[in-house]
C-alpha cells in the first residue's frame, strides 16, 4: 500500500505549477473580500428607528 499523503497534496501539480494553487487562493480571497464589502451595512442601518406617535384626528380637527 502507497503513502497517499495529506488532504489536499494531489492538488498542487508535479511538474512545477505550485504557484497555480496561490494564484487561486489569491484570486477567491480578493472576489471574497469584494463581496463582503459590497455587503457593508450603512451608517444609517444602525441608527435607532424613529418612534412613532399617533394623531387623534377627531382632536386635531376640532382645534382647528
Given at each position: 500500500m502507497t503513502d497517499l499523503?495529506?488532504?489536499g497534496d494531489n492538488l498542487i501539480p508535479a511538474l512545477g505549477g505550485g504557484n497555480a494553487s496561490g494564484q487561486h487562493?489569491?484570486?477567491?480571497?480578493?472576489?471574497?473580500l469584494e463581496a463582503?464589502?459590497?455587503k457593508l451595512p450603512?451608517?444609517?442601518?444602525?441608527?435607532?428607528p424613529r418612534?412613532?406617535?399617533?394623531v387623534n384626528f377627531m382632536l386635531?380637527?376640532?382645534l382647528e
Amino acid at each position: 500500500m502507497t503513502d497517499l499523503g495529506a488532504i489536499g497534496d494531489n492538488l498542487i501539480p508535479a511538474l512545477g505549477g505550485g504557484n497555480a494553487s496561490g494564484q487561486h487562493d489569491q484570486l477567491f480571497n480578493s472576489q471574497a473580500l469584494e463581496a463582503a464589502y459590497r455587503k457593508l451595512p450603512l451608517p444609517k442601518d444602525s441608527e435607532r428607528p424613529r418612534s412613532y406617535i399617533p394623531v387623534n384626528f377627531m382632536l386635531s380637527s376640532a382645534l382647528e
